[in-house]
């Protein structure tokens, strides 16, 4: 028996739980202390006080308006006086004895007590004026406290303050108000691969982001964040830092060290330090957090990939920091939309998908985001998140989901959806879009071309990039249209033409020359996904020099996009990799040409109006859009924009 083997599975923690996670939450805040009555306040100024959240209700101490105020430019009459009048009756009143001219706003005095728009006053001279319809006692008077009447509620305890309660707290004689201390939530950076953003970077090492967003969201949230130096793997150091921070601190969140390593020491110090309630929680991403109590106060353990810190703060952290300013979860807006693609998952955890979503047609459409915990682009690109259940096994394309947005409806309403091929141009045109403040916005999921036809075809995209040989015929595009979409009435947006070639090392270290050096045994190769152009050319390239993909180390080894493909290739992850010139330009690499192609964008002919679609295609024909693409390199221009109908 390996002794040494079996202390260092010991050392692990093995006793990872599955708890649901409304009752993870419900059990750790029960334990919790969110007494006001405990709680440190102090008073702000009214004008400083948006976002924090009040201690006592809070009474008017005058009324307002503080006077019966003119609500009118006009005339301040006797109502009385103005019996019978009409316009059989007029009536002939005269300055400053019958009237006086006043503005919206003026005070109202005895004997007057209703006001009649100028609009309704003829003026026969600088003295008098005629008044042909009746007025009713008080009209167009804004009598005292209309709005606020001194000693009425204005707002109560326990209320985040918002501009409007600044205006009407104000209005109401109040200048200073008593607000509850904000909560402060220590951050603890926590791995000895940890460097600061700026500092010299190593293999190995990791720039800490994560408690950086964490500091972000204790903010939006209303707390104080108290952000610690990072602290490297060591027992005793982590545990000095931990206490520390629960000594300084409300709340206590410790970054990385809450899985079940041997260097994972997050559970074993809160234990050793308070209490731990939970250790594990069935969603996914976000496993393995724990939730712990030291010295009465919440102390929590997050992992340290960062799609999973942030579903474990958004969880667990956010209800806290609102409970202690004593306010409740809102669970956020949602919409119905449409899945573009099935969807399996794990039947043990609740799952939170990040979406790209879009308004085509009537129909909101919903494409899955990348699911890898670690893909913090996922997040920053998401425009909501499914929640597929526990003891769900997923969902099928076209059925109808709720998703839960994370930016306004209307943005996405106002989107551009493109589902197709990849190439950095649809960053630059987003960008331009964003940039000059069109009223839409672009979203770009990248499936391939023919995923890309095939989302056409079942209506959940706008547009669909595509660069597709005709091996027959050696024309790109023009026969898959009418191959599949010829009863949809699809149309071609022409785009640019691009380079594709072999992206390689720089120097080109192992004498690389072209296609038949793929089956060579010291090379490896990365592929594009199933479907997508540039893995159709390279088929097509192999058919042409009778080459067996079996024969190519990598080629199963799948990217989505052209900048992974060459993220891989300067990684040294792979020798070789497909793709186009402009993403080796970005990445630095040598490249060998195959050959130019045409990339384009298939559109249904009935959506060429749509004002998105022509927002578009005027990106796609201004000066800034090719002097973007010129300093990428490996793009040619022949009349984008122009419509061409197969």
């Known amino acids: 028996m390996n002794t040494e083997n079996t202390a260092k599975k010991d050392e692990r923690n093995l006793y990872l739980k599955n708890e649901d996670l409304d009752a993870a939450v419900e059990k750790y805040l029960a334990l919790l202390s969110f007494d006001a009555t405990e709680q440190q306040c102090h008073f702000l100024a009214v004008t400083e006080a948006q976002g924090w959240v009040t201690k006592e209700p809070v009474f008017a101490r005058i009324s307002s308006p503080y006077y019966n105020a003119s609500a009118m430019d006009g005339i301040c009459v006797d109502a009385m006086a103005m019996i019978d009048v009409d ?75 918002r501009p409007m309660d600044i205006g009407a707290l104000l209005a109401g004689g109040i200048t200073e108000i008593e607000v509850i201390e904000r909560p402060k939530v220590g951050i603890i950076p926590t791995g000895t691969e940890l460097v600061e953003v700026g500092e010299h970077m190593s293999v190995g090492k990791i720039i800490d982001s994560n408690t950086h967003m964490f500091a972000g969201l204790v903010k939006e949230y209303g707390g104080q964040p108290n952000r610690y130096p990072a602290v490297r793997d060591d027992y005793d150091l982590i545990k000095k830092a931990i206490a520390k921070a629960a000594d300084e601190n409300d709340v206590v969140l410790i970054s990385a060290g809450s899985s079940a390593g041997t260097e994972d020491y997050t559970r074993k110090l809160i234990e050793e330090l308070g209490e731990v309630v939970v250790h594990g929680v069935a969603i996914k991403p976000g496993k393995p957090v724990v939730l712990g109590i030291i010295r009465g106060k919440p102390v929590i353990g997050i992992p340290g990939y960062p799609v999973s810190a942030y579903f474990v703060f958004e969880s667990f952290v956010k209800p806290i920091i609102l409970a202690f300013n004593h306010q409740t979860v809102n669970k956020g807006l949602t919409i119905k939309a449409v899945l573009s693609k099935r969807l399996m998952s794990s039947l043990k955890y609740l799952e939170f998908v990040r979406m790209k979503c879009g308004r085509v047609n009537d129909t909101f459409v919903a494409t899955p985001l990348d699911r890898g915990a670690g893909v913090t682009m996922s997040l920053v690109n998401a425009d909501g998140i499914l929640k597929i259940p526990k003891n769900v096994e997923g969902y099928d394309a076209g059925e109808v989901v709720e998703i839960v947005l994370m930016r306004p409806q209307e943005e996405i309403e106002n989107t551009l959806v493109s589902i197709g091929s990849h190439d950095v141009l649809m960053d630059i045109v987003a960008n331009i879009i964003h940039k000059n403040r069109k009223i839409m916005s672009l979203s770009s999921t990248h499936v391939g071309s023919l995923g890309g036809i095939m989302a056409i075809k079942k209506g959940e995209c706008h547009i669909a990039p595509v660069h597709l040989l005709d091996e027959e015929t050696g024309v790109y595009n023009c026969s898959y249209l009418k191959r599949y979409l010829e009863k949809e009435g699809a149309v071609l947006i022409k785009g640019v033409k691009r380079t594709q070639g072999m992206m390689i090392p720089k120097g080109n270290p192992k004498n690389i020359r072209g296609i038949e050096d793929l089956t060579r045994d010291d090379i490896s190769f990365v592929n594009r996904q199933r479907g997508s152009g540039t893995r159709v050319l390279l088929d097509f390239l192999l058919k042409k020099n009778a080459i067996e993909s079996a024969t190519i180390l990598g080629y199963t080894r799948e990217m989505n996009t052209h900048m992974m493909v060459a993220s891989a290739v300067k990684s040294g992850s792979c020798d070789v990799g497909m793709g186009v010139l402009s993403a080796a330009n970005m990445m630095d690499l040598d490249f060998i040409p195959i050959g130019d192609e045409e990339y384009d964008f298939i559109v249904l002919k009935k959506n060429l109006n749509d004002p998105r679609v022509q927002t578009f295609i005027s990106v796609l024909k201004s000066p800034e859009f090719a002097e973007a693409l010129n300093q990428l390199g490996g793009y040619g221009f022949e009349n984008p924009g122009e419509i061409v109908e197969v």
């Open 87 to 161: 316009e059989r009756h007029p009536k002939i009143l005269v300055k400053e004895k019958d009237f006086n001219f006043v503005d919206t706003g003026d005070v109202i005095t005895d004997p007057y007590n209703a006001v009649i728009m100028i609009e309704d006053v003829v003026i026969k001279d600088d003295k008098q004026v005629s008044i042909n319809g009746p007025v009713a006692l008080w009209q167009h008077v804004r009598p005292i406290g209309e709005d606020i009447v001194a000693g009425e509620l204005i707002i109560p305890a326990f209320h985040c303050i």
